[in-house]
């Protein structure tokens, strides 16, 4: 089997996506680490030989890299039961995954970003004009997850899936970002069923 290495930033979620899914997995991952606050990911070197586009998370799978985590969460999950036998389960996972890129990690993650690392006294005036659109975005991605989780434990199927992992990776810390956790009671049971799973691992 080819080594694993994780390029990472580990107070990222979208690094802390895979984490977890190796953990439940139980495969091993080596984690080579990177400040993107100091510009680490944008090296003359990193560009070379990781990732052109100057972002991680980066999946290594021996000689090769594999750039976006959620293409990286289903690369480490092929034929295991975090991807759905039934097609239409797994099309409705890869659903909830984009939902997470597209309407939930740019509002959630950012915020989270801004207010916890960056602060928002050093926010670009535009960057600080953006808040109250974000939140609103943020805000509007939870009530779906609380709808669709109030009559069911898990985003597809009965049980879990790559559509938790993604989801949870920032759900999970977004009181950082100023959104409170407790006006979503279903997503709140669903998150202590994530933390529960046999292998879960913590973000660090």
């Not at 100091?38 to 990781?50: I, Q, Y």
Request: glycine share 8%; aromatic share 12%; charged share 20%.
């Amino acid at each position: 089997m080819d080594r694993l290495t994780l390029h990472e930033d580990p107070r990222s979620g979208n690094c802390y996506k895979i984490v977890l899914t190796a953990a439940l997995l139980g495969k091993p991952l080596n984690r080579v680490q990177y400040d993107i606050m100091k510009g680490e990911t944008r090296t003359p070197e990193f560009l070379r030989d990781v990732n052109a586009n100057g972002r991680i998370p980066v999946l290594q799978v021996g000689d090769r890299f594999l750039p976006e985590s959620n293409a990286a969460c289903w690369y480490l999950a092929e034929g295991s039961a975090l991807i759905p036998a039934e097609a239409f389960d797994r099309a409705d996972m890869l659903r909830w995954m984009f939902f997470e890129q597209y309407n939930h990690e740019p509002n959630v993650a950012t915020l989270r970003f801004w207010l916890q690392f960056v602060g928002e006294a050093n926010l670009t005036p535009f960057q600080q004009g953006q808040i109250m659109a974000k939140r609103a975005g943020g805000e509007a991605a939870l009530a779906v997850m609380e709808e669709h989780l109030t009559a069911r434990d898990w985003f597809v199927g009965g049980s879990v899936s790559l559509a938790d992992i993604a989801l949870y990776a920032y759900t999970h810390v977004c009181e950082a970002g100023g959104f409170r956790l407790h006006d979503y009671p279903a997503v709140c049971r669903w998150l202590k069923r994530v933390s529960a799973l046999p292998g879960y691992v913590a973000m660090d």
